[in-house]
Every structure is written in C-alpha cells, then in structure tokens.
T-cell receptor
Framework: SAVISQKPSRDICQRGTSLTIQCQVD?????MFWYRQQPGQSLTLIAT?????????ESGFVIDKFPISRPNLTFSTLTVSNMSPEDSSIYLC?????????FGPGTRLTVL | KNEVEQSPQNLTAQEGEFITINCSYS?????LHWLQQHPGGGIVSLFM???GKKKHGRLIATINIQEKHSSLHITASHPRDSAVYIC????????????FGQGTRLTINP
C-alpha cells in the first residue's frame, strides 16, 4: 500500500493571501491528483500533477489560481492563490499504487 | 445531470440492519470504486470493481455493467460504519482520475 501525508492539516487564512499545500507519498507514483471538496459536496478534480511537465487542469480550474509543482515522483504542492471565502474547502491529494486509490488526509482551508 | 448518481443521499438505520447504497452512472467506465469518508475527512478505498461482485468482511459490492448500476451492501451494520460512502468511476482504461458521486451519508444508531 501507499501512505499519503499532507501539510498543513488545516488553516485559516485571510482573503487575498495564498496558501501552499504539500503532499508526500511514501512510494514513487506516476500521477498525483489534487481534488477539492466544498462544504457538503463531493470531490471535484482540480488537476493532475505530472512529474517533469506542467499539470493538466480540469475545466473551471486555471494555473494562475491553482499553481502546482511536481518536482519528483513522491511529492507535489498545490497553491491556492489570492484566496476568497469561496475557496474554503477540503483539498485532497490522491494517487494510484498498484491499481488501488489512495488519498491524503486532506487540508481543511477556511478563508475569512 | 451528474454522470454518477447515488441514492439515498442520507440513510439512518439501527445497529444490525442490512444496508444498501446504490450508484448509477451514465457513461462508459473501466472501473467503479467505492470509497469511505469519515467525519475527519480521510478517504479510504473499499472496492474497485469492473464486473461481478466483491466481498470484504461485512461489506459486499456488486456491479451490473449492462444496467450501469452498482450497489454497496453492509451486513450487520455497526455504529462505526457511520461515514459518507462515495461511488466513483474511472472513465477510460488505464485512467486513474475519478468522477465522483455526491456521496451517501450513513448513520448507524446503537
């Protein structure tokens, strides 16, 4: 199995600031995914983080708002830029290891 | 209309009851996943199915590819089964990103 950790686990931020969320996998994985879960909603894919190339963003999400880094096969960061209260969500990273889905514990973000 | 629909959205039952959660999808898939999300937010993968039926402990998952429908059953339910259960599908062969249903919030009362 794979273990995914995220930092921070939660944060409260002011409008207009940015927060970078870190995701660490204890195994090398090809793709890492960043999801958002807004209050009371299910998960929505933000982007796929590819090692050695730019992230692939889903419709409705743009690099300027959610820049992603993937410097190696075990680590990725997601930045939530110029935050507004609408960005208050749980952000989760995920990957697949031997055909099984693994998720990080999530980062609970509140924007005031 | 969402590509993945779950029912019911909320389910409350007494300890020991047999639980069924349903998932219907409207697109071609390579696999269907059942996930469990606890109140703290952590998500655990329960099953990945592409056909037939799988069983793990008190949990059983079935899928009917022709009808584009899957069910998750919990036998002898227990308060610790209280969680949100999420159905998700992989759209393409080899695809790793998922499309999620809206989740079913299950509460088991002692």
């Amino acid at each position: 199995s794979a273990v995914i950790s995220q930092k921070p686990s939660r944060d409260i931020c002011q409008r207009g600031t940015s927060l970078t969320i870190q995701c660490q996998v204890d195994s090398q994985v090809t793709m890492m995914f960043w999801y958002r879960q807004q209050p009371g909603q299910s998960l929505t894919l933000i982007a796929t983080a590819n090692q050695g190339s730019e992230a692939t963003y889903e419709s409705g999400f743009v690099i300027d708002k959610f820049p992603i880094s993937r410097p190696n096969l075990t680590f990725s960061t997601l930045t939530v830029s110029n935050m507004s209260p609408e960005d208050s969500s749980i952000y989760l990273c995920s990957s697949v290891f031997y055909n099984e889905q693994f998720f990080g514990p999530g980062t609970r973000l509140t924007v005031l | 209309k969402n590509e993945v629909e779950q029912s019911p959205q909320n389910l409350t039952a007494q300890e020991g009851e047999f639980i069924t959660i349903n998932c219907s999808y409207s697109v071609g898939i390579s696999a269907l996943h059942w996930l469990q999300q606890h109140p703290g937010g952590g998500i655990v993968s329960l099953f990945m199915l592409s056909s037939g039926k799988k069983k793990h402990g008190r949990l059983i998952a079935t899928i009917n590819i022709q009808e584009k429908h899957s069910s998750l059953h919990i036998t002898a339910s227990h308060p610790r089964d209280s969680a949100v259960y999420i159905c998700a599908v992989s759209r393409y062969q080899g695809a790793q990103k998922l499309v999620f249903g809206q989740g079913t919030r299950l509460t088991i009362n002692p």
